[in-house]
């Protein structure tokens, strides 16, 4: 018996240990004199993968940065990791990075279930995280302490596209279809926003299962409803299986699309054509755009990541990166948690290649506005409405 | 706008009926459900979109390139993975199609990448013809109907009228007696594995044409290829046909009055046939005596 009680003891300790490391006893700091290490988790492998290049972007503002000698001599580490589109894997390599190799702040992010799963384990370990790249209303109501949302709801997307499509383009008619999730409900709140508040309504709503690749019945009933536009917020096979289906049925409404099929390189081509004059909403400058800042993100990208193609998603990550290097910027020599919070909670009117950026210590959603994009010939972006602001938010009231 | 759903179920239907039938060719010969299926069509879709881009050959040679490699592939996988299983059983066989299906996945997305990719057939689907009353059928449609038509007028000549057939038929029934009949059962599985590639890979060609191709498209049209197949019974090949347009029908009709509802008309139809008929509504059943 009394050689038990050690016995016991020892498993006691050693689970306690194992619990406290879980609870970020041990996490190590995520800078030192000579570099800040900041990373990204994303689905570079998998079927998800062409979103990975979202966590790849913030390496090419990281490299331009050092290349100017870093940031009051400290230089910035980008490290990325495969989740595959698998919370449960987010889990295990954001652990891994925080503790193992030390990180100060992550950035970009896409996957919405991939970042609730370890939204918690960040603020418990004090970790900033900066641009999410997705829109979840959860992540910024009410205000997490470290996160910082830079993309705009997709409600307030939705009825910013809608007042386009009402009062610019003069169609009255409007059929929406919608992935029936958070996502696409979401889009659909915001279009249903916009038409009560002009005393109108969908002709038609549709849900759609991400997964279904016959969709000939959705477009038939958007047919028979006289939807003569019909606004998506669906991912890219789905909005590309539409037109296609729509096409062999001569259905030819105006097809506008959240900023999520924005890509429109990608899009004209994997739609064979199809994509020219769709119309969607954007976060960002378009990335075959002439603007100063863009050339510049372009230049480097081909010096720094020759192999990526500068699409929308490549772009972006630089862009959910831009507020994190500003703030790094702002705080100089003496960085700390708390001296990066602070800047990232006075941010005004801060704007890179996204969005204006307004943060306070009561409001961790950045933006509130978008672009209104057409795809041209050949998937030339055509910049058609500037950044336009919802009017019509709830969260700013 | 029901004829237009009738065409537009009846089309969609027919290719998973020939997907199905892929299907049931191995459960035919095997009683083996082969979960790889979907990813054996996408890998050959994705030789012939190689052959077309990379190579810049044109649609035909690609096609017939694709149709070589998925035999092959079905005859690799078959000699390869299933044979060297030991004393295997079903289950073992069916968990071993599951490993099968996660490495040609990965393969594809290690070779060819996630993000989608565009595969155009010569049958367009913006080609469109007007039948009556502004009813439309397009190119993609008219050349699934006779792909399917063909088919069951071969399946069901080869199973009766061939030597081969007749052989796959009762290594199915009986693989013992088969034996001591002559048959070499190894080369039958063999030529189930590479003509149900084959059959697969041109269904996958055609889905791929109607949406888009990467590595996880073909994950869906194989539960509703599956659908169709228990619907029509996995020892038929006319009830996997009349399976597959049935559920194509279902589906169209479901997706236009409930949308919400259409995703789970296909499970809904696995479930119902497996407590109320097992055996499908076109097979016969073997009771097997010891």
Known sequence: MKGRVPLLLGVVLGMALILSAGMGFCVPPGFDDKEIRIASWGPLTGPAAPWGAVSRGPAVLAAMVNEQGGISGRKIRHIVRDDMYNPAQTKVVVKELVEKEGIFAFVSGPSSAGGLAVKDYLAQNKIIWVGPATSVKEYVFPPQPYLFSVYPLYEDEGSVLAKYVVEKLGIKEIGVVYQNDTYGRNGLDGVRQRLNHLKMKPVVEIPVEATEKDLSSHVLKLKSAGAKAVLMWVNPTTGVVLLKTAATVGYKPQWVSSNTLSDFALMNKISGGLWEGVITGAFMLPPDSDDPRVVKYREAAKKYAPEERFGVFFMAGMMFAEPLIEAFKRVGKNLSTDAVLKALNSMKGFQGVGPKLTWSPHQHQGSDSIQIWKCGPGGKTILIQDWTVNDLAHWKK | ?290
């Open chain 2, 1 to 290: 706008m029901y004829g237009q759903l009738i065409i537009e179920g009846l089309s969609i239907g027919a290719c998973y009926a020939v997907f199905g039938i892929a299907v049931v060719i191995i459960y035919k010969t095997s009683e083996v459900i082969n979960f790889a299926q979907g990813e054996m069509a996408m890998i050959s879709t994705f030789v012939a979109y190689h052959i077309l881009n990379v190579y810049g050959w044109p649609f035909w040679y690609a096609f017939i390139g694709a149709c070589v490699f998925a035999v092959l592939l079905g005859l690799f996988i078959e000699v390869c993975f299933l044979r060297p299983a030991k004393n295997p059983s079903v289950l073992g066989l069916i968990v071993i199609t599951l490993g099968a299906e996660m490495l040609l996945m990965g393969l594809a997305g290690w070779k060819w990448g996630g993000e989608q990719k565009d595969f155009s057939l010569p049958f367009s689907f913006h080609k469109t013809h007007e039948l009556m009353g502004g009813l439309v059928i397009n190119d993609w449609s008219i050349a699934v109907f006779v792909m399917a038509a063909v088919l069951m007028i071969f399946l069901f000549v080869f199973f009766r009228y061939t030597k081969l057939g007749v052989a796959m038929r009762a290594t199915q029934q009986n693989e013992h007696a088969a034996r001591i009949m002559g048959i070499k059962v190894e080369r039958v599985f063999s030529f189930a594995w590479g003509f149900s590639s084959l059959i697969g890979a041109l269904a996958g060609m055609f889905f791929a044409a109607r949406s888009t191709l990467d590595p996880a498209y073909m994950m869906e049209p194989f539960l509703r290829a599956f659908a169709a197949a228990v619907l029509g019974g996995l020892m038929s090949i006319p009830g996997v046909v009349i399976g597959g347009g049935i559920l194509g029908l279902l589906e169209n009709f479901f997706g236009f009055y409930w949308p919400a509802w259409k995703p789970i008309v296909a499970f809904l139809v696995i479930v119902l046939v497996l407590c109320i008929r097992p055996s499908g509504l076109f097979a016969r059943h073997y009771e097997k005596k010891v």
